[in-house]
């Protein structure tokens, strides 16, 4: 059962434009989500988080956006550039026992076009 | 500066033998992690180990067995490959019991054949 859903597997954007990426997580229990972003042949690089208490986090072109009472989370990328081109992987963190673990999606092929 | 670093990139080998993964991070976290990424691109946790100590183990087979002699490495060992063990697998660190964010290394790709 997939508790972190992305179910958009690709997503193609002009550049300038903005990207809008989805993603929808069941465990209630979940009380930190975060972005990453992942290029072939490298590991996934945090992008932006946003804690449960919140419903808007802002770094720059990165926007996310949290609605817990729909269990939906969202990251925009304003203006989209080729240089965003890549894997995003939603991610949710929940205690389990003494520790904290991620659950991942399982990410959106986003390409801006030039 | 490397902050995650894993090696081999690549690790290609026969059905049957054993091979070990190593990891090290330099960021000073006291949690270290190993994920598997699946031919559907699902990352999924395998274990987890704060100050040495394992504290995450999912279900994996007794053929995968972490070792972490100190807090900065945690090394993945695995036995008698099968080939559904390919997959990329990825290391990663993190100050843990807080809400920070992993920082990941850049994977094993191992293939089995």
């Known amino acids: 059962d997939q508790q972190v859903k992305q179910n958009s597997p690709s997503l193609r954007v002009q550049e300038g434009r903005i990207s809008i990426l989805n993603c929808d997580y069941t465990?209630?229990?979940?009380?930190?989500f975060l972005w990453y972003k992942k290029y072939p042949a490298e590991g996934p690089t945090f992008l932006i988080s946003?804690?449960?208490?919140?419903d808007k986090n802002e770094d720059g072109r990165f926007t996310v956006f949290l609605n817990k009472s729909a269990k939906h989370l969202s990251l925009h990328i304003v203006p989209s550039q080729p240089g965003d081109s890549a894997v995003y992987f939603c991610?949710?963190?929940?205690?389990?026992?003494?520790?904290?673990?991620?659950?991942f999606g399982s990410g959106t092929q986003l390409t801006v076009l030039p | 500066d490397t902050a995650v670093s894993q090696t081999p990139k690549y690790l290609v080998t026969q059905m049957g033998n054993d091979k070990s993964i190593k990891c090290e991070q330099n960021?000073?976290?006291?949690?270290m992690y190993w994920y598997k990424q699946d031919s559907k691109k699902f990352l999924k946790i395998m274990f987890s180990?704060?100050?040495?100590?394992?504290?995450i183990n999912e279900t994996v087979p007794n053929r995968f067995s972490p070792k972490s002699p100190d807090k900065a490495h945690l090394n993945l060992h695995i036995n008698s490959l099968e080939l559904g063990d390919s997959a990329v697998y990825f290391c990663?660190?993190?100050?843990?019991?807080?809400?920070?964010?992993?920082?990941f290394g850049d994977g094993t790709r191992l293939s089995i054949l």
């Open positions: 990663a660190s993190s100050q843990a019991f807080l809400n920070q964010p992993q920082h």
């Open positions: 465990n209630s229990m979940f009380d930190y």
């Open positions: 946003i804690s449960s208490i919140k």
């Open positions: 991610a949710a963190s929940g205690l389990r026992g003494s520790a904290r673990q991620l659950t």
């Open positions: 960021l000073g976290h006291d949690t």
């Open positions: 180990y704060n100050n040495k100590e394992l504290i």
